[in-house]
C-alpha cells in the first residue's frame, strides 16, 4: 500500500512563488508515472501535472510556464515548483500516480494566494 504525504503549501501573494512535496513508500515508484493534482472549492480535483517514467513532463493549459514538475527517484519523492502563482492557483494540492490514480489519497497540502 503506497502511502503519500504532500507538503510545503502555505499562503502566498499574487505573484509569488511555493514549491511543494511529495513522499512516497511502496515499492515500484520510478516505474510510474505521477502527476500532482488539485482540488478547488466546489469543483473536481483536476491533474495539472505530470512525470513519465522517463522524465517527460505534461502540463494543463492552465499552469504551462509557471509551474515545473520533478521526481527524484532514489528518495521517491515528486515535487512541484510554482511561480506567477495567481489567486485561480487556490486549491488543495495532491499527488498520485497519473494519469489514473491509485491507492489511497494524501492528506493534500493548502495553496491558498491572495489577491
Known amino acids: 500500500q503506497v502511502q503519500l504525504v504532500e507538503s510545503g503549501g502555505g499562503l502566498v501573494q499574487d505573484g509569488g512563488s511555493l514549491r511543494l512535496s511529495c513522499a512516497a513508500s511502496?515499492?515500484?515508484?520510478?516505474?510510474?508515472?505521477w502527476g500532482w493534482y488539485r482540488q478547488a472549492p466546489g469543483k473536481q480535483r483536476e491533474l495539472v501535472a505530470t512525470?513519465?517514467?522517463?522524465?517527460?513532463?505534461i502540463y494543463a493549459d492552465s499552469v504551462k510556464g509557471r509551474f515545473t514538475i520533478s521526481r527524484d527517484n532514489t528518495k521517491k519523492m515528486v515535487s512541484l515548483q510554482m511561480n506567477r502563482l495567481n489567486p485561480d492557483d487556490t486549491a488543495v494540492y495532491y499527488c498520485n500516480r497519473a494519469p489514473t490514480p491509485g491507492g489511497s489519497w494524501g492528506q493534500g497540502t493548502q495553496v491558498t494566494v491572495s489577491s
Open positions: 511502496g515499492s515500484f515508484f520510478s516505474l510510474y508515472a
Open positions: 512525470i513519465g517514467s522517463s522524465g517527460s513532463t
